[in-house]
């Protein structure tokens, strides 16, 4: 059986944008992009290759699974571990989703090539920790990147205002 990888553990506190500034499909993504830049999470001479990768997957079918949720995600041969970014905008994107409805929380992740094999386990979990309505709930309320975290981890309080 091939171990699936855990988002909480894919992901530090600056790994964790708040508040999103884009409100559009492709420039969310390149603002997590640019993101893990600044913080020293991807090599400035990748973001070309990463956000190529990206563009050509969003073209196939938009990663915007419903449920105010979009999973954007790409290969890379010249990363050695996956990268991942967690996003929230609490306007909301407009990320061409499957059920139309504005995007809230964009969990975006770059996989090396030869870890292929373990994408769609992650991404599977990611979407079934998603559809979980509390989940997505607790995010909203989250008021610091440790909170954020927290839910992601299975830590969070169970009751939410």
Known sequence: MVPRMKLA?????????????????????VELVDHLIEVGKLSTDLR???VDSLRTR???VSTGIGYGV???HAFSENLSDVVTVFGRSSKGI?????????????????????????????????????????IRKQLSAAEC?????NVLAGKASKNVA
């Open 9 to 29: 553990s894919l992901l530090t506190p600056d790994q964790v944008v708040l508040d999103m500034a884009s409100e559009e499909h492709f420039p969310a993504i």
């Open 70 to 72: 979009a999973i954007p």
């Open 145 to 149: 990147r440790t909170e954020i975290l």
């Open 94 to 134: 407009d990320f061409e989703a499957l059920d139309h409805c504005p995007v809230h929380f964009v969990v975006l992740f770059i996989v090396p090539k030869k870890d292929y094999h373990l994408h769609l386990q992650t991404l599977a979990a990611i979407a079934k920790m998603f559809t979980n309505c509390e």
């Open 48 to 50: 070309d290759e990463v």
């Open 58 to 60: 969003e073209e196939q």
